[in-house]
């Protein structure tokens, strides 16, 4: 299941991989792009584009803001 995925990669994971994770795990949603995820995690949560990009260009970020970011994502 897709919960149990995100906690067994809890347990490995760095968060630059947590995030190719998410990426993969949008397209596995069958989103056109994670792009597009992001925009629609933008409208619902206006700050979480701000979080993403900062995990991103950081290169770190609390996982529990990002389980948060995917959820709010598929929800």
Known sequence: ???LRLDLE???ST???LI??????????DTP??????K???REEKF???IILLAELYGHMSKILLTYA????II
Do not use: D, G, I
């Open 48 to 50: 979480m584009l701000y």
């Open 20 to 29: 190719n994770s998410l990426h993969a795990t949008a397209r596995n949603f």
């Open 15 to 17: 968060p630059k991989t």
């Open 1 to 3: 299941s897709l919960l």
């Open 33 to 38: 792009s994670y792009w597009t995820l992001t």
């Open 10 to 12: 809890f347990l490995e």
């Open 70 to 73: 995917f959820y709010r994502a």
């Open 40 to 42: 629609y995690m933008c």
